[in-house]
């Protein structure tokens, strides 16, 4: 049974119904896509990593799921359908956003047993995923994000910003991948790398997004950075030089795994994918 119907059991009411329903909602499923890539990269061929992609989705979803909330982002679209918190309240939204946690570990645990992994990887699994999560990544740079509305941020500041909101998760899921695949460390050298590069391709892609497409195509409220007074690359160099940043950054992305001689064409592909992307 696929996890997002095991919640069902789990968590009675009308918890286990908005995080079913946060979990199932159409995204795009990068991160998972990362982790298997990385994975496969570094030689692992177990679909069992298929449960740690779902961990870091999970950590994801939670994080979209409260950044809509009134008190953050305050949205009604997300992926195409009403945000959580419109399609259930408020309480159940911010309650099942804290659920997913615990959730994500419980995943995390099962996939490391699934892949009979050593008791000491599921700690670095853990580890990886749930600082990338915390203070010193995804909500560290909420945070910093949420401070600098109205503010005119510098370019460093903001990528201190995309590296902890958006980055962090994006090279854990690289990370994860290696990890699970038990890689050497020349072999994590480079997944870092390539993840902390995609991970700003993706933020200053989402950048230019947000200012250049409709919230039909997007399936998420276009134009909010500047009703919101966010500092973002497109506010910072204008679209043409943001998206030569990204795709900068995105070839960056490529020549570390190149460098490091890992025969990877589906991680060439998601930097790409990454930067080129329409929604
Ligand atoms: C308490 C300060 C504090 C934070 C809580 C809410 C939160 C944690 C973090 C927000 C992180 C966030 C939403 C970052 C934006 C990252 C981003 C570009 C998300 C969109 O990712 P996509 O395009 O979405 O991969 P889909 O829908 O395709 O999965």
Redesign the pocket.
Same mark, same amino acid.
């Given at each position: 049974m696929a996890w997002a119907e095991r919640i069902l059991t789990l968590v009675p009411g009308r918890n286990g119904q908005a995080i079913a329903y946060a979990l199932q909602?159409?995204?795009?499923?990068?991160?998972p896509a990362l982790v298997m890539a990385a994975y496969r990269a570094v030689g692992g061929v177990s679909p069992a990593i298929a449960g740690v992609a779902a961990a870091i989705?999970t950590v994801? +979803?939670?994080? %979209?799921?409260?950044?809509d909330?009134p008190c953050?982002?305050d949205d009604d679209l997300?992926?195409g359908r009403s945000t959580t918190h419109r399609a259930f309240d408020v309480e159940t939204a911010t309650r099942s956003?804290y659920l997913l946690v615990p959730i994500a570990a419980m995943v995390l645990a099962q996939a490391s047993r699934d892949l009979v992994l050593p008791p000491d990887t599921l700690g670095k699994l853990a580890i990886e995923l749930f600082q990338a999560?915390g203070a010193e990544g995804?909500?560290?740079?909420?945070?910093l994000?949420?401070e600098a509305e109205g503010r005119t941020l510098s370019l460093d500041d903001l990528r201190e910003v995309h590296r902890g909101? +958006?980055g962090a %998760?994006m090279r854990a899921a690289c990370l994860l991948g290696g990890i699970a695949g038990e890689a050497g460390p020349t072999e994590m050298d480079a997944l870092r790398g390539y993840g902390e590069e995609v991970g700003l391709a993706?933020?200053i892609a989402?950048d230019v997004l947000d200012a250049t497409s409709t919230s039909a195509i997007l399936?998420?409220t276009a134009g909010r950075d500047a009703a919101l007074e966010k500092s973002t690359y497109v506010s910072v160099m204008g679209i043409a030089a943001a998206r030569r940043e990204a795709a900068a950054a995105a070839r960056r992305a490529i020549e570390h795994i190149e460098r490091a001689g890992l025969p990877s064409s589906a991680l060439a592909a998601l930097a790409q994918y990454i930067v080129q992307r329409e929604?």
């Open positions: 909602s159409p995204g795009k499923r990068v991160r989705e994801h +979803t939670y994080s %979209l799921v409260h950044d909330l953050m982002d997300r992926r956003g999560g995804m909500v560290g740079g909420q945070w994000d949420l909101k +958006t %998760l993706f933020q989402d399936g998420k929604s």
